[in-house]
């Protein structure tokens, strides 16, 4: 392979998002998160925060597109004046997910990126995900998250994930045919997973 | 590891079957698949061909059962002599997977297999996958399916095998989170597959 690229789908708390981290680092790639909506707010003008709302969320009604404000900015971008932010901001992180994948091999977390890629054949799709127990441990452990209500925000994280998918790849998260790798990571360190990768690419 | 279990789920025209005998050679331990049913059979008196016509299928309807004389055959099994002939080498599989699993480190082709060992530490469970395009191809050319007839064999072999697991496991056929490790053998040969497959049992 040239260029090539990750994409990493995770369940919250499965360590997904460090397991892709580590790869990128591990490869000497660059690494693609949160990283994505700095790179649309710079490209659109619109405050980041806004965008960090609606982040891997699918677009909300009309009605409560109006009633959260999240709707029409009249920023300069013309085209999408009249689309909810939440579709902006995907519109957006497609169009610098396909550029990217032009220009650089990298690791990028959620946000589609499986699908927007799909015609590509330097991609390599990977899943990661875990039982309720581990990715509560993980979660209270490494994002801070009350024990009490880890179960509870795990399952609206994911639900929301799962939607977002969903929404514009007209598919189903978690189905183990999007992708090219699915590893349960309760079953293996994280590095032990970053080796397993990396060897899948090997093979290919 | 000492005694360990590799179950395989796949779905048709997958390859799932070819890389888990590969790698049951590899690794020098046994191979179930249909094996299972010879065994079934042995153990019930059953004729083999009765269970193979079941086999991998849920149990159906009493009058279904009942119309296509799968129903009480008043063998010797008085216990389960009034259970239609799925639900029977259900039973028989499971107890026999049970007892390979004491016995001997092996790898075992579908039958819920990862379920009925679910509380096995020592299980691998792998899940085997490709797109319709390529298991069409692969059905034509190892099964013998006539080509024009080949995505309704898949898609209602996959739709049995789906059936079977959700009755017999409660969970969904298919669903990453259901494994350890799930491969699409669309993107790598079988070989490799088999490689990946060792070198997650050393991480482990």
Redesign the interface.
Known sequence: MDKYIITIGR?FGSGGRAIGEKLAKKLGISFYDKELISLAAKESGIDPEIFDNVDEKAANSLLYSLSMGLYSFGSGFSAMGDLPVNDRLYILQHKIIKEIAEKESCVIVGRCADYVLRDNPNCVNV?I?A?MEFRKREAVKKHGIDEERAEHIITKTDKSRANYYSFYSGQKW????N??????SA???ED??V??II??MK??
Do not use: P, T
């Open positions: 369940q899943f995900y039982n978690g189905m183990a045919e992708y090219d790798l699915c590893i349960n079953k293996l360190s032990s997973i080796d397993l060897e899948y093979e290919r």
